[in-house]
T-cell receptor, first 118, second 113 residues
Framework: GAVVSQHPSRVICKSGTSVKIECRSL??????MFWYRQFPKQSLMLMAT?????????EQGVEKDKFLINHASLTLSTLTVTSAHPEDSSFYIC??????????????FGPGTRLLVL | AQSVTQLGSHVSVSEGALVLLRCNYS??????LFWYVQYPNQGLQLLLK??????LVKGINGFEAEFKKSETSFHLTKPSAHMSDAAEYFC???????????FGTGTRLQVTL
């Protein structure tokens, strides 16, 4: 199988605080993980690509200082939303890729983390 | 640039009826195409993918999709809808750059009795 977990599944925080979301590949090593954001009734928007042992690559318009990504091991990537504000409230989904590259490779998605910033 | 268009943000079918969810793509390179399903408050689950082998791809839960280059389409079908098929369905194309996926806007499938 190819299972990806996320923790927490749901988090509520106060404006100005930081929130860390973990993404783990449970039964495979993932050299690359992806972080997406999904607004209600909308599609997934790629935020950044996370490669193990190197800096993440952010999509245009995504603030790298606000959304800190760390991919310290082949099974764990973290997304930290720093100084969160209500507009950061969203559903954050990670995915992991098994192989080392190739467009045919499948991304396996985590169950998502719903963030609500008050 | 690559893009995916899903016609119909909402599709409603009766239980037992044919399911047809439309997806058209635009790609500057031979595309690799994916269909994912998302149940409420959950992540995405892969239904099937096209990777330039057979043009008719069979996936899980009885779904299949046919790649038609001449029509730049990759429509998802299922002969007989089940209540459990009610979910959001996303078509995606691999952009070829760092294996990033570009998603369509999604189609919500409703199955009625």
């Amino acid at each position: 199988g190819a299972v990806v977990s996320q923790h927490p599944s749901r988090v509520i925080c106060k404006s100005g605080t930081s929130v860390k979301i973990e993404c783990r590949s449970l039964d495979f090593q993932a050299t690359t993980m992806f972080w997406y954001r999904q607004f209600p009734k909308q599609s997934l928007m790629l935020m950044a690509t996370s490669n193990e042992g190197s800096k993440a690559t952010y999509e245009q318009g995504v603030e790298k200082d606000k959304f800190l990504i760390n991919h310290a091991s082949l099974t764990l990537s973290t997304l930290t939303v720093t100084s969160a504000h209500p507009e950061d409230s969203s559903f954050y989904i990670c995915s992991a890729r098994k192989g080392t590259g190739g467009r045919q490779e499948t991304q396996y998605f985590g169950p998502g983390t719903r963030l609500l910033v008050l | 640039a690559q893009s995916v268009t899903q016609l119909g943000s909402h599709v409603s079918v009766s239980e037992g009826a044919l399911v047809l969810l439309r997806c058209n793509y635009s790609s500057s390179v031979p595309p690799y195409l994916f269909w994912y399903v998302q149940y409420p408050n959950q992540g995405l689950q892969l239904l099937l993918k096209y990777t330039s082998a057979a043009t008719l791809v069979k996936g899980i839960n009885g779904f299949e999709a046919e790649f038609k280059k001449s029509e730049t389409s990759f429509h998802l079908t299922k002969p007989s809808a089940h209540m459990s098929d009610a979910a959001e369905y996303f078509c995606a194309v691999n952009t070829g750059t760092a294996s990033k996926l570009t998603f369509g806007t999604g189609t919500r499938l409703q199955v009625t009795l």
